[in-house]
């Protein structure tokens, strides 16, 4: 029952959904989250994730949208259209998605078909990359760029793909790289379309900083780049080079880093024109960001710009130097990866147990009449708090727990008296920690004491596989809770996840001026709680480790559907205990007839009956053949 409260629209505000969502997610009346891809069609996540229960599935559960993957490709492509008639601009614009910031074949398939209309394009930064790009039913003219290192091989496919009838074309991302196509070509027999990653020296902002600038690992520079224009001259192959190319790194936070470094690119690409080169497209790269606090600012979580203004001002510089220069307006390109592809999946993990210094037993252990003097020092400033020397208590408490443990260790004190002392100074950060949350202003030395006094809700996934970026790289995703957004949420608390790596815990959470330390969560009520970790879908999806053996997690792909319904189109279940083991070298036979030896070996020994023998190895075939989290629970 629900006694306290509490409008959906204030934990709106709290989880800062309306601000991260991008109008993708929104809060109910009810105080449920739900999906909102397209005006008219919504689905409430708590509904799916009760379905899949219901049908005996397990959590975490990773929930995929991919009507908001192609709502984003849309946005993308129609932001640029609407720059370039409003602008008046003679050129065209086609996108390329960079495969490597999520290769799963939903998310892939789902940019390819939405990007029909678009003539969206792929680009592959592998061998491997490029092979799965091929295979994929792209419009005719949809680009297919290969960027990465390259031997013979990766440029073979490529050229045969150009045969096929796409259209590929082939990055430069160092000059010794010309050579390599040159001789392949002549080879093969087959004409390239070559593009040169040009370095610019202008620089992005926000964490991939360093991707841009003279020191950067991929690219060529002016003098490289005119070497390229006069071997190709020689070659009678000028009309080979097609595309002028530039990236100065992902999740570029601040729009006027994007103007210079577009200026600069355009500029490079109106002199080579000037110099005879017949050049189409000008790529401007990635680095279009997400705005995952929600504090439009240029804080590494987040961004100062729109994907409009972000569209708007590309076309508005490509085309100002274009005509300065006389220049015809080339086809823009842009290679957004993160902002197609990261707000389409969402992470549900169930809260499976809450602790914490407060959660602790009140005391209960009596006094021993041989009590330690500082054990009796630390009941009295307990009894001794008030409003006036809280912060001297507290600051009393803190050095005497510290004598407790330094005692202890010298051997002068009982684990009796030390138990006692430990729940005596709980007792008062308590009191302590109730005194400060009337106060106006909390004391300096008493900032830490919610994170102190925070709540540890343990959550059944593992940080290492479904968010490393947050382990690695100190992103920062949106949480909330699926529901009770309605209740007033009363408990600071971290998260933890169920590895056994101290690592794998999260505290740290968005916040519109600044980062949280500790996350405002609901009192457990006994029902299943769960929270949703939003913003997932670039990158982290794909780079996620299986420490601890935590494997992919289930995977539901969901369509919402007019009046708050929805359709789960695909259960995809995670990986099952024995294909992490195997991963590891070891093959399950070899893991059965160890075992089965053992078996027979205790068997014989009279340590297991028959029917236990068997019970046993049932046991052990069934947690081969499980998935790697928590399941009773
Ligand atoms: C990774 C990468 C991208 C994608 O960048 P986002 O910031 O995710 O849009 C684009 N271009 C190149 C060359 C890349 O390596």
């Not at 991260?20 to 009810?30: A, I, L, N, P, Q």
């Not at 999806?541 to 789960?568: M, Q, Y």
């Amino acid at each position: 029952m629900n006694h306290t409260r509490y409008p959906s629209a204030d934990a709106a505000e709290l989880y800062g959904v309306p601000y991260w969502s991008s109008g993708y997610f929104r809060v109910t009346e009810d105080g449920k989250i739900q999906v909102t891809p397209e005006p008219g069609l919504s689905a409430t996540l708590q509904d799916v994730v009760d379905e899949l229960v219901a049908r005996g599935e397990s959590l975490p559960l990773l929930l995929r949208f991919p009507q908001v993957l192609s709502g984003r490709v849309r946005q993308l492509s129609e932001a640029f259209r609407t720059a370039i008639r409003e602008y008046g601009y003679a050129g065209s614009y086609q996108g390329v998605y960079p495969i490597k910031v999520n290769q799963r074949r939903m998310v892939v398939e789902t940019i390819a078909e939405a990007g029909q209309t678009y003539a969206t394009g792929l680009e592959a930064g592998s061998k491997a990359e490029l092979a799965l790009c091929l295979a994929q039913d792209l419009h005719p003219e949809a680009l297919l760029c290969c960027n990465g290192f390259k031997d013979d091989g990766f440029v073979k496919l490529a050229l045969w793909g150009r045969k096929m009838g796409k259209n590929v074309v082939i990055t430069l991302e160092k000059l010794s790289e010309l050579d390599r196509v040159l001789r392949v070509s002549k080879e093969l027999g087959v004409r390239p379309a070559v593009g040169v990653r040009f370095k610019l020296h202008a620089r992005g902002s926000g964490q991939w900083e360093e991707s841009g600038g003279d020191q950067a690992k991929f690219g060529l520079n002016a003098s490289e780049l005119l070497q390229v224009v006069a071997r190709l001259r020689e070659e009678g192959m000028l009309d080979a080079l097609v595309m002028l190319h530039c990236h100065i790194g992902s999740q570029i936070t601040d729009i006027r880093r994007i103007k210079v470094a577009v200026r600069e690119a355009t500029q490079t690409y109106v002199n080579l024109v000037q110099g005879g080169v017949e050049l189409k497209y000008l790529n401007v790269g990635g680095g279009l960001g997400v705005d995952y606090d929600g504090s439009k600012t240029t804080f590494y979580a987040s961004m100062n710009y729109t994907l409009s203004e972000y569209a708007s001002d590309v076309v508005y510089t490509i085309q100002e130097v274009c005509k300065k220069a006389e220049v015809k307006e080339p086809t823009i390109v842009s290679e957004s990866g993160r902002a197609l592809t990261a707000h389409h999946a969402v992470l549900v993990v169930p809260v499976i147990d809450v602790t914490g210094p407060t959660r602790q037993q009140p005391l209960t252990l009596e006094a021993r009449p041989d009590q330690h003097q500082i054990v009796a020092d630390l009941e009295g400033l307990l009894n001794d708090i008030t409003l006036r020397n809280y912060r001297e208590v507290y600051n009393d408490a803190v050095a005497d727990k510290e004598t407790l443990h330094n005692l202890f260790d010298l051997g002068y004190l009982s684990l009796h008296d030390r138990a006692r002392g430990e729940a005596i100074f709980n007792s008062i950060l308590q009191k302590v920690a109730r005194l400060v949350q009337g106060l106006p202003y909390v004391p300096d030395e008493l900032e830490d004491l919610p994170k102190v006094l925070a709540d540890k809700y343990i959550c059944n996934f593992s940080l290492f596989q479904s968010l490393p970026d947050n382990w690695a790289i100190q992103t920062l995703f949106p949480i909330t809770p699926l529901a009770r957004l309605n209740e007033k949420p009363t408990r600071q608390a971290t998260l933890v996840d169920i590895t056994c790596d101290s690592d794998g815990k999260i505290d740290k959470f968005i916040d519109l001026r600044d980062v949280k330390s500790t996350l405002l969560l609901h009192e457990p009520d006994g029902r299943p709680y769960y929270l949703g970790i939003f913003l997932m879908g670039a990158y982290q999806d794909v780079l996620g480790s299986a420490h601890n053996l935590f494997g992919r997690v289930n995977e539901a792909h969901v369509v919402a559907l007019p009046g708050g319904k929805h359709r789960i189109e695909l259960f995809v279940r995670g990986q099952k205990a024995r294909k992490l083991i195997e991963n590891m070298g070891y093959e399950e036979e070899m893991l059965r007839e160890s075992i089965g030896q053992q078996v027979a070996r205790a068997a014989a020994a009279g340590r297991l009956s028959p029917e236990e023998a068997s019970e046993l190895g049932e046991t052990y075939s069934e947690e081969l053949l499980g998935y790697t989290y928590l399941e009773e629970l």
